[in-house]
């Protein structure tokens, strides 16, 4: 019989979460990781230079970082604030979204 890794702990029943993942991928769907649950460590973060590169030159958004890296959205942020880097206000944002084609601009109501 397979061995179960559940542990049963009063009437909840809880199941570890390296073998849900690997139960999905068993059944042939991709599941993306962005780290291992074995490290505790923290993601090897973009330099400085890379972060302001791709943010103020290449104008890309937070997402197409996320997306391009793999890294999720919040750590993104917390490099811009550990190198101290100044992040566009929303209307910048959507501006930028506009011209890069992103999003349809809104014609008055």
Known sequence: ??????????????VKRSHVLEAIEREGSHVRKLYSPKSKSKPTPLPKEKVEELYYKQKKSLQDIT????????WIMLLMEKYGLKRRTRSEATIEAINQGKVKEKRGR
């Open 1 to 14: 019989m397979e061995e179960r890794t559940r542990v049963l702990f009063g009437s909840s029943l809880f």
């Open 67 to 74: 997306k391009e890296y793999g890294y999720s959205r919040n």
